[in-house]
DNA sequence: GCGTAAACGAGACGGTACGTCGGGTCTTTAA
DNA sequence: TTAAAGACCCGACGTACCGTCTCGTTTACGC
């Protein structure tokens, strides 16, 4: 290995101090009120140097959370979809709790509003996680455990949606019970109709 | 008719005028975008009036809001479970799409930032939603409709979940093929082996 | 006297701190140190209330010294050009010394610096006070005590030159004696040739 | 040829760069406005290289100034003060205009603003500068062109300080007539009363 | 019809944070 | 050792809104 680009190198130390900041003020203070201003400062790092590699604070804190997600085991394979989508949605709902839960709301609430990293969000974070429910999926498919009739997409997006609706709602824990009913109930719906969405058509008397 | 308080009375005309701005403005600039100050000017109305009647911005949208939807008809009630659900299903859609979607995103991102205002949209208008559609659930379940076993809250928690994911993740349209495909997804939990949580108890072998 | 503008009316308090703060660190820091920012936070005042009435520090500065000036005694008249001219001068010495020098200079330094503020210091500060002299000049003519062809604006324009020159180069003190030796010096050109610019032609051999 | 310093040398290449880079910022956007930043992106140079050699953005303008007025003719010989004091002052009123004048502006601005430069640049710039003019003075004294009298020193300041008095207050032009009626000026001080300052005593009913 | 009293417009106020600029320093690779 | 590159800490800039305040004015009611 050799020659590198010129010029002093990002520091570490740094980006670092202003994640783990970033972390620990939304968890203190809640994501609302954390400002870029208070991450340098806690950080002991100059507002320039977070301007110079996060555009906003949702950005920090994304990074922040795609760290922490990427230290997460692969996906299951146990070989027979109940176990395997049990073990997906039970770890996701430990994963979308309590040290992350401010950090996703705080997420999706600058997803609405900012356009620019609204649009980032959703096509790198939440598309992305519904694409690894799918692929979970399919594979499921591929061994003959779902029926060709089953909408994958379907299925992944009223997961997610779940999840999100908790998290954001609050009026319910995210606990393993709440996950292994959401399994439950994705199973039925694998199974029982194939897929669910437009299965039965809708009588022609209901007006739109 | 008897006294009222003393003193110049509150001009409805200055609350309308503040109600529209909130809304012309939320539609043509995002709801991020939008100020306080920014509604007072395009209503032609002090500051100070508007911080008279509402905490927030948050607050002046909701109300917006409720005052639409005072608008709309009652609850469904055709005789069965599958047409009032559908019904209801489309019309819901229907509310939550162009002039709304954005007030409704808006709400749940200031939601997500600011405690205060947060606690009263979700025990005020997310629970006062879910309750309703409980209560539709409820007169199918008293008309035998709905098997004991199925779990109203539930159900009526993933409709709105499934409702919410399309107005804050955007990927897909907001329609009636949804609303009609999530009608049938509801229908057959509701039916095939009623309450779908803890229905089947998660594997013994399975860890949390 | 009846009605006033609409709206709060500005604060006479504010106003009166931050030109005070300004001239304290003026004195205490020296103009090139001072910062809008200081000024309001020692005048305990929020930075857009100072913006809100002056557009840079040096236009802070310069109502200040305005204000000191406007305490100052008329033109003197004692009947004589002499004594008239001397009484300036020295009273005008003084006003450039301890307090007002570090004022003046600054000010200056921000004419050269900021194009906008350098115009309307050139305009309305230089060029009233040269005025001021020449008055005193015409009264003395007026008066038979200056010769017809003796320059005013050329004698008042020598003076203030004299002046800066002292308060920006620093070499020599703004004392009694300086201003004597000017009004000595500004007799002589006004009553020995009369106008002292192009009294003599250049000599023709002699090129530019 | 022997050894020099080792490591690598100073570049000239640079050293010019720099140079005329501030001279070029200077006259087209005003001595206030350029920035050592700007200075080193122009001149294709990085930042560090700037200040390895200069302190200030101040030290660079006046070290091309200076590199100017070092190719200017030495002081004029005519065997006559007149001849020689105009010849001088023609000369000194060309060099302060156009490419010039900004950067003079500039220079005497920062002097004001930096207490370090301010202190230099008296010395070594305006004190040499009135030097220069004392000697051609005094030679002129010993021909027995100008009276014992006549205070050289007060003289030379009274020329700079009516040449600076345009360059900053810019009300009038610098040009060969200013420069004329100076020369006139001076020597009717000159030689009328033999030095002005201090020669006619105060009136004893004259107050300070 | 006249005083009391609250709401109204206007707009200045003390604040907080924004995102940017430039200062001067430091750390890398290359010459 | 100097140079180009460029990241770093720092301080100030000027702006935008926040939510509060103080004015003079307007509009109701109760006496």
Redesign the pocket.
């Known amino acids: 290995m ?14 670092r ?1 202003i994640i783990d900041s970033a972390l620990a003020l939304t968890n203190r203070d809640g994501y609302g ?9 806690e ?11 996060w ?3 949702a950005a920090i804190v994304l990074e922040a959370l795609n760290e922490r997600a990427a230290q997460i085991a692969p996906l299951p394979d146990t070989g027979a979809l109940e176990s395997d989508l049990r073990r997906f949605l039970r770890r996701t709902v430990v994963g979308a709790n309590t040290p992350n839960r401010l950090l996703l709301a705080g997420l999706m609430a600058a997803a609405q509003l900012d356009e620019t990293f609204g649009d980032s969000f959703r096509e790198d974070f939440l598309a992305h996680r519904r694409e690894t429910l799918c692929q979970l999926l399919e594979r499921a498919r591929a061994r003959g455990d779902l029926p060709d009739a089953a909408n994958a997409d379907f299925l992944a997006e009223l997961a997610f949606a779940a999840l999100w609706y908790r998290i954001l709602a609050r009026h319910q824990p995210l606990d393993s019970r709440f996950a292994d009913g959401l399994t439950d109930t994705l199973l039925t719906l694998a199974t029982v109709h194939g897929t669910p969405v437009r299965s039965r058509p809708p009588s022609a008397a209901e007006p739109a």
Chains 1, 2, 3, 4 share one sequence.
């Open positions: 050799v020659n590198r680009r010129p010029g002093r190198p990002r520091s570490e130390i740094a980006r101090a009120r954390v400002t870029i201003e208070a991450i340098a400062h950080a002991g790092v100059s507002k320039q140097t977070v301007y110079r590699w555009p906003t604070k």
